[in-house]
C-alpha cells in the first residue's frame, strides 16, 4: 500500500508539473488573443481593414484557454464550486468531509474521463479528415488542435481528480482557505 501511495505521490508531482506547463501555455494563448484583438481594433478604426477571422481566432483560443488551464485549476483546488457546506462539514465532522471530498473528486474524475473518451473519436476523426472551421477564402483553421486541447484537458483533469482520490488530504491538495478577520488581529 506504501508503495501505491508513493507511485501516486509521484505522478502527482509529473502531472501537477504538466498542469503547470499547460497553464503557462494558457495564459500566452490568453496574450496572443489580447494581441489579435488589439490588432483587430486598430485596423478596423484607423484603416478601416479588419482582421478576418478575428472571431474565429477568439472562439479557438477560448476553448484552447479553458482547457489548457484546467488541469493546474483541478490541480490546486481553484474550481468554480460552492462548497461552503463542505467546509463546515469538514470542520465539525472531519472523516465524513474527507469522505464527502473524495465522492465528489470521484465524481468529478468519471466525468472528465467521460469527455475524453468522448471526444477521442472526434479528434481522430477530425486527423484524418482534416476538417476546418471558419469561412473558405476569409479564414479557416483545423478542427483537430481543438479537439487534442479538450482531450489533453480532460484527460489530465481526471488523472489529478483520480490522484486527489488516493492520495491523504495534506499531499492532494494544498489547503488554501481564507483566514477569518479575527484570526488576523
Not at 42 to 65: D, K, W, Y
Not at 114 to 129: D, K, N, S
Not at 160 to 183: G, M, N, T, W, Y
Amino acid at each position: 500500500m506504501k508503495s501505491i501511495l508513493s507511485a501516486a505521490s509521484g505522478l502527482l508531482k509529473i502531472s501537477g508539473g504538466v498542469a503547470i506547463a499547460a497553464n503557462a501555455l494558457g495564459t500566452l494563448v490568453v496574450l496572443a488573443l489580447v494581441g489579435v484583438v488589439s490588432f483587430d481594433i486598430v485596423a478596423r478604426g484607423v484603416f478601416n481593414a479588419p482582421f478576418l477571422g478575428a472571431v474565429e481566432v477568439v472562439q479557438f483560443s477560448i476553448v484552447l484557454i479553458v482547457f489548457l488551464q484546467l488541469p493546474d485549476v483541478v490541480r490546486v483546488d481553484r474550481l468554480t464550486c460552492s462548497d461552503g457546506f463542505l467546509i463546515l462539514v469538514s470542520k465539525r465532522w472531519p472523516k465524513i468531509g474527507l469522505l464527502m471530498r473524495r465522492m465528489i473528486y470521484c465524481l468529478s474524475a468519471a466525468f472528465m474521463l467521460l469527455v475524453a473518451i468522448a471526444i477521442f473519436p472526434e479528434f481522430i476523426e477530425m486527423w484524418h479528415t482534416k476538417d476546418y472551421f471558419g469561412v473558405p477564402g476569409v479564414f479557416t483553421a483545423p478542427w483537430w488542435p481543438i479537439k487534442l486541447v479538450i482531450l489533453f484537458g480532460a484527460a489530465l483533469s481526471a488523472l489529478i481528480f483520480a490522484l486527489k482520490i488516493l492520495l491523504p488530504p495534506q499531499k492532494s491538495r494544498p489547503v488554501l482557505l481564507p483566514e477569518s478577520d479575527e484570526a488576523s488581529q
